[in-house]
């Protein structure tokens, strides 16, 4: 008991003692602060997004509408607004997981699983659901898949995320994207398609692949500006193709359209072109970044120019809008391919 009074004394004591010190630092009195020597480093390391993006999902539809194929690519088959609608042209690279081996479109089905790889610059049609051109499709049909990782890689094959670094071995198999048997230096500072199954466990992580698909192309520029060519027969263009301020390639339109049986309709008052063909109607007024297809919206970031009393369109129109396959031959003519 005397010890219990004692503890109770001691502790009344200590708070009449501390008192005028809280007091003190709540009242009117100046503060001193000490400076830090050392600065605070908030230099926290920065996420570095993928070269890649990845969408998984079921195929809920698959169109050939004109000549532009496409499939509709979804988690929740009820929500006709969900996942995104993926156009295929000769460039997109189709895998299937099983053997890592290439397949055609034509073995595409519905009601399959998938994976698409795009890259992360892809222009993307803001659109419901949101439409895009897929860099890789893989159809998901192996029980026990290899991991399969995108993206590009520098000198030392490190990804750019920095996350995986690649040791071939004499058995990966190294290809392009037409199957030829490349090296090991072709595979330097490219994009790749990395199929492999052990990581080790380290930072970076770091495997030996079982195979590696470089997913470069050869890099083209167009250098002919006065003839485009359809399926690589020439057609002299009355207006030449050229870059804007931007940068961005534009193309004269109505030659082209109509070459491509599309009906064109000038309206003077709101400079609005119409493009009909069949039951596809294209609209589009200059100066302005949004498009109509089908009585929906798209807008491309760019505007139609007139130029010279001619109308010019962005690259993009002809792939996104009208669904044309393009690419860029040796010649440095720019070819439509049907």
């Known amino acids: 008991m005397d010890r219990m009074k004692s503890y109770l004394i001691l502790t009344l004591v200590v708070s009449l003692v501390l008192s005028p010190l809280v007091t003190e630092a709540d009242g009117n009195q100046p503060i001193d602060f000490t400076p830090i020597d050392n600065p605070i480093d908030l230099d926290f390391p920065d996420y570095i997004i993928p070269d890649y993006i990845r969408y998984d999902g079921k195929v809920a539809d698959i169109s050939t509408d004109e000549n532009l194929f496409s499939i509709w690519v979804t988690d929740d088959e009820e929500d006709p607004y969900s996942g995104m609608v993926l156009y295929i042209t000769q460039d997109t690279i189709l895998l299937e997981d099983e053997s890592n081996d290439f397949i055609s479109r034509d073995e595409l089905e519905l009601g399959m699983e998938i994976t698409t790889y795009y890259h992360k610059d892809t222009v993307m049609l803001m659109t419901a659901p949101p439409r895009l051109g897929a860099d890789i499709i893989v159809v998901r049909k192996g029980e026990n898949p290899d991991l399969i990782y995108v993206s590009k890689f520098d000198e030392s094959l490190l990804s750019s995320d920095k996350s995986l670094r690649l040791n071939p071995s004499e058995d990966t198999l190294i290809i392009d994207r037409e199957g ?22 380290s930072f970076p992580a770091q495997t030996t692949p079982n195979k590696i698909i470089l997913l470069d192309k050869e890099e083209l520029e167009i250098s002919v500006w006065d003839k485009i060519s359809i399926e690589q027969e020439e057609l002299k263009l009355n207006s030449p193709i050229y870059k804007n301020s931007q940068e961005v390639i534009m193309v004269p339109l109505r030659q082209l359209a109509e070459k491509l049986g599309y ?14 063909k069949d039951d596809y109607l294209i609209s589009l007024t200059i100066g302005e970044e949004s498009y109509t297809l089908k009585g929906r919206p798209i807008n491309l970031g760019i505007a139609p120019e007139l130029t010279n009393s001619t109308t010019y369109v962005p690259i993009e129109f002809l792939q996104s809008i009208m669904g044309i396959d393009l690419e860029i031959l040796k010649t440095g003519i720019l070819n439509i391919r049907k």
């Open 263 to 276: 009906q064109v309709k000038w309206i003077t008052d709101t400079r609005t072109v119409d493009l009909t």
């Open 180 to 201: 030829n048997s490349i090296e090991k230096e072709d595979i330097v500072n490219r994009h790749l398609i990395v199929f492999y199954t052990l990581v080790a466990e």
